[in-house]
């Protein structure tokens, strides 16, 4: 489905959607559903869906999961910042500039 609108003699805006299928004149069966009354369905649905207790344990879960996989990254992230950091040091002047390239005019 896709949103569309249409304004009325009188100025007002309808807002709708529509299937693609007639949106592109291929023919559909279904009519055009109001805006807001398909789009308080859907969030009336989310709302059921991810205030479920199971779903909500879930999210906790892979976010705890997520935190902890992070958390083990940054000794690696340390000893590589550190390691290019040597790398750094041995390949540029002590002006701090790259060895190799001048600034000079």
């Not at 291929?26 to 009336?44: A, N, Q, Y």
């Not at 340390?78 to 002006?95: A, M």
Request: net charge positive.
């Amino acid at each position: 489905m896709a949103g569309e609108s249409g304004t009325s003699h009188t100025e007002k805006v309808y807002r709708y959607y529509k299937c693609l299928s007639a949106k592109k004149r291929r023919g559909c069966k279904f009519k055009p559903v109001k805006k807001g009354w398909i789009e308080d369905l859907v969030v009336t649905h989310l709302v059921n869906v991810i205030f479920d207790d199971d779903v909500l344990e879930d999210i906790a879960n892979t976010l705890v999961a997520l935190d902890r996989k992070e958390s083990d990254a940054i000794p690696l992230l340390r000893k590589q910042l550190f390691e290019y950091r040597i790398v750094w040091r041995t390949k540029t002047t002590p002006d701090g500039f790259p060895s190799g390239v001048s600034f000079k005019s």
